[in-house]
Nanobody, 125 residues
Framework: QVGLVESGGGSVQAGGSLRLSCAAS????????MAWFRQAPGKGREGVGA???????RYTDSVKGRFTISRNYARNTLYLQMNNLKPEDTAVYYC???????????????????WGQGTQVTVSS
């Protein structure tokens, strides 16, 4: 059974940093397509960034240069390093996984089968 557990959320001031973790069980993060999504109150789920099994990454324009996805093989964990956080980054952040997506590095929620429970990130101005 697949499990994804996010952690590392919290409250920070604008300009601060957080690192989110997604611990996986029942799958290997290095062989699946992995992604981070976020959902702000009253808004739809937005793709933040994705990592292909081969290691390539893709980010939505609003986080390019500020967010970085990485993975740790030994810990079977996906990370999202978030720097220079802005109030508009406030959302619940979700980790997602799929063995195969309709296109490489997809940021479409419907492409991902497995989801974590989410972790709250709040950025104050």
């Amino acid at each position: 059974q697949v499990g994804l557990v996010e952690s590392g959320g919290g409250s920070v001031q604008a300009g601060g940093s957080l690192r989110l973790s997604c611990a996986a069980s029942g799958l290997t993060v290095s062989t699946y397509s992995m992604a981070w999504f976020r959902q702000a109150p009253g808004k739809g789920r937005e793709g933040v960034g994705a990592m292909h099994s081969g290691g390539s990454t893709r980010y939505t324009d609003s986080v390019k240069g500020r967010f970085t996805i990485s993975r740790n093989y030994a810990r079977n964990t996906l990370y999202l390093q978030m720097n220079n956080l802005k109030p508009e980054d406030t959302a619940v952040y979700y980790c997602a996984a799929a063995y195969r997506t309709s296109q490489a590095l997809s940021l479409e929620p419907n492409d991902y089968r497995h989801w974590g429970q989410g972790t709250q990130v709040t950025v104050s101005s």
